[in-house]
């Protein structure tokens, strides 16, 4: 009986969810374009502000990395997505967009603490640039005020 | 009489047989006794089996510089085999630029690596171009180096392996050297003892021992080495209790893995797995006839035959052997000819032949304390994943032997009587790269890394001129007063600090008394802060010791590890974002089941905008004050930033240096404490300058806000200047902390005959 509820339950998860990830598989990840599966709140606040235009980095190593890390993200696997972006931080130390990311999984492992940290950190980095600097203000508060 | 005779024959037999009643029930005690030991030992965890320590894998990515002699060390040290063409895992090739690698299928605590061919090209040291399997990619990664174990208190290592994974020739020529009945007796052999006698009879004495396989198992479980009667029947009598309960090849298993086959070190190699790795640098079941000749042959004494230490006795031994092989028709006799002639092809490198890394393992041991018991790091088999740099370690440890070693001859002090430490870490990650805690690399012992706490000297004043500048009185040129100090201590005791050239020097401005580490000036400035504000500095920058809150701390006459210390300048490096330092990344059991993982931590301790002019400042140091030997040694275009450190009557010798991407701390100095003619700017700097020299480094770039500000000033005047005006300079400043002065240039008095020293300073 256990067993039939947690399967229905499954399914009317699934029903529900709005991310196309149940189709994603590696041969996919090599033809599409990541950035497409990510959730809009995800766009909005990632990719456009801090990439210029949704664009990677262009550092190959950087880029593949960020790209895993989102697949794992939207997959859910958090703690996958999180070593891959501590690899990248190890090859780029001041990428902002590593920190923001950070900050995102943090936030929605209810971690704020940790969260408004990294974002702190991407802060410093992205001082110059007066739009991503907006953005993770931006986000900043939205992590104080524990709004999501 | 014969009623006597009879009646004495009775009580005889009365007592023979209440003794052999009470002997029969000892026996019986006995024998359950030692079958509940065997039972115990066989059926529980044979074993303990030590934690593996893994180095970083290197991420190999298009732009990443490496020198191709670097990758090529670490290639040899994990074991690959250099070859002109690539065809099986584990072998590498290099033309001059270009790079094979067919790299062996690995499992890390993040994931797992297939076996593929990673092909680079190289470019002025830097990789410029990636291929995986003949696709381009952006990243591969190798390996991991085994750097160590920790070992129980015995130091037995061992890699299990399974009785089907051990070639069948090895089985066969182990029971035709070691026990040529084995399978058909039950423990012990009589006919091996009586051969054994006859041996050791003709020979006039103990040349030969009848021993089983099975016996030589249980006096390695059980018993000591002793030749005694006593432990040969216990010996005896356990080996047949455990062939009442074991299988043949339940036994032969065990033995295999239990045998010892020589010492690395203080570490034991026991079983066939590790020592055909350790020997032979290949699994078990690729081992060759000869190969495995060498290492049977090897059980009879493990030292006397000890293929790397005593070759020509170990190659008379495989021979010895081969001919055995040969008189059992294991291997033919053309095939004897061919390989008793054959070199014994130990492998000089293999990860199973490390160099064991003490300093780092110590804090790698000591970083895991809070998560596991001791006993789970000594016996279960756990995988540990750390962030050491084989690469960057070979440096540190190189260049604290030789430096300390061209010091001492070159201030004519007695040979050995220097040691030194030192701590790389990642500025941003946190990430321990490189511990060195002696001059000697390999020693298991004290680690000054960890452990030595000394006066940290001119270390301390950072956190001094960062106090003053996080304060809205002081700017980067505030002027500071170097004029003579004394200070009352509590107990009619003066203190009176003097500058290292022991001159005065009037009013300087708050950048310069910190680049010229001027003792008088910080002094004062310390106390005019307030040295409470400095000791939460200290705390604020990760110091978690107490420091009391006398004047003389300001000038680092408190004592710290060279660890805590790196743990401060952390802080400041990565501008004001504490990370704790850690030495793991990752922990998992045996097979693969991540258990724990030591993520990226970081939190902001101090404002950006202070840090970022202390760097600048730290920037000065090496650019024009005390540590600009820097120069004359790296790039400008590296920005390095540091602080040079002299404890008083010149014990102790610190440097703290970073580029945008590597912190070192690096300590040298006496363990008897005695003063040296060493200053932090002709000792450690010297070790951390040749331990970087060749290495990859990242430039600095101080991290400014929008609050910072470029002005043009005028030192002298403290005022603010333009750019157009004689003597004026354009330096750092948080907005709203000003020179509260504003020079007219035209007003300005113009030196005619000689300009002052910080206006010449800067043409």
Redesign the interface.
Known sequence: MKSVLLVVFIALLAACSTAPYQSLDQEQVRTSDVLDTLPSWYHHNLGLQLNGGNQYPE???L???LKQADLEFIRGNF??C??LL??A???S??EPSVYVR?SYLFWLESNTQ?AE??A??AL??V??DPVA?QEVKRLLLAIQANQY | MKHTNTSRFKTFMSWVFKLSLVGIVVLAILMAYMDAKVREKFEGKRWALPAKVFARPLELYPGLALQPKYLIQELDQIGYQRVPNVVTPGQYSFNGDEMDVFRRYVKLYDGEEPSARVHMRFSAGTIESLWLDGQPVGLARLEPLLIGGIYPKHNEDRQLIQLEEAPSLLLKTLVAVEDRDYYNHFGISLKGIARAMVVNVQRGGLVQGGSTLTQQLVKNFFLTRERTLVRKATEALMAILVELHYSKDDILETYLNEVYLGQSGRRAIHGFGLASQFYFGKHISRLSPPEIATLVGMVKGPSVYNPKRKPENAKARRNVVLDVMNQHGLISNYEFAVWQKRELDVVQYSQYQRIEYPAFLQLVRRQLRSDYADSDLTSEGLRIYTSLDPIIQRRAEHAMSNRLASLESGYRMPKDSLQGAMVIAGTESGEVEAVVGDRNPRYFGFNRALDANRSIGSLAKPAVYLTALRSPQYNFITPLDDSEIKIAGANGSVWQPQNYDKDSHGIVPLYQAMSRSLNQATARLGLQIGLKNVVQTFHDLGVSRDIPAYPSIVLGAFEMNPFDVAQMYQTIAASGFQTPLKAIRGVTTQDGQLLSRYGYDVKQSIKTEPIYLLQKIMQRVVKEGTARYLNSQFDDSLNLAGKTGTSDSQRDSWFAGFSGDKLAVVWVGRDDNESMPLTGSSGALRVWAETFKGLPLKPLYPLPTENIVEQWVDIEQNAISSEDCDGAVQLPFIQGRLPLQTLNCAQAPTPSTSKSWWSRMFD
Do not use: F, H
């Open positions: 550092q190959q190593a880029a593949s990395l703690q996958a999180q070593i501590e690899r931080q190890r090859i130390t001041r950070l940790s940290q990294m702190r950190r410093a980095l001082v110059r600097a």
